[in-house]
């Protein structure tokens, strides 16, 4: 299975940055469809950004022209840069991973970083 370690989160003040990182392990990195999660206490987990095995990525509204999210192939990881934070992107951040078979689709977490915006 695919291990993920996440690091990067902290405090940051309104209109700062952050870079948030997840190490993948095995040597399948490269055929993984990765992408970052967030969620408030008592919500729902919803879709930050994701990028394919092709490198082709999608935002959500709330972070497009904010946030961008990539990968580097040679170390395993996915990084998502955060610029011009608002106290709304508080929230526990999570990464997944996602590898495709022929006939099943397999599903991996990260333990998550808190990300705090506050002034």
């Known amino acids: 299975q695919v291990q993920l370690v996440e690091s990067g989160g902290g405090l940051v003040q309104p209109g700062g940055s952050l870079r948030l990182s997840c190490a993948a392990s095995?040597?399948?990195?490269?055929?993984?469809?990765m992408a970052w999660y967030r969620q408030v206490p008592g919500k729902q987990r919803d879709l930050v950004a994701d990028i394919t095995s092709s490198g082709s990525t999608n935002y959500a509204d709330s972070v497009k022209g904010r946030f961008t999210i990539s990968r580097d192939n040679g170390k395993n990881t996915v990084y998502l840069q955060m610029d011009s934070l608002k106290p709304e992107d508080t929230a526990d951040y999570y990464c997944?991973?996602?590898?495709?078979?022929?006939?099943?689709?397999?599903?991996?977490w990260g333990q998550g970083t808190q990300v705090t915006v506050s002034s």
């Open positions: 997944k991973a996602e590898l495709s078979t022929r006939s099943i689709r397999y599903h991996f």
């Open positions: 095995g040597s399948m990195f490269d055929m993984l469809a």
